[in-house]
């Protein structure tokens, strides 16, 4: 088997992966008003996290995408004031 083709491939696989999940990130990026890169940086961390724990791979773009929606979301609350007097 070529190992590029391998779904645990953690080299140049994630970058195909990447560029093939591109209207995915795209979307994610316009819904949430963040740069493009960003959010492309952002799924290829989260995918290649995936990956490395997953035993079944065939979901691993869904969970990716669903995780950099949250992680996007949770970054955009603002934080619990601790300096009450």
Do not use: C, H, W
């Amino acid at each position: 088997m070529d190992p590029s083709q391998n779904s645990r491939n953690n080299g140049p696989g994630n970058e195909r992966e990447v560029t093939r999940y591109s209207a995915t990130i795209e979307s994610l990026a316009q819904s949430e008003g963040i740069g493009l890169e960003d959010v492309r940086s952002l799924y290829a961390s989260v995918l290649e996290k995936l990956k490395r724990e997953a035993v079944i791979t065939d979901f691993l773009p869904i969970f990716a995408a669903r995780k950099v929606r949250e992680i996007l979301r949770v970054r955009d609350v603002p934080p619990v004031r601790t300096d009450y007097p």
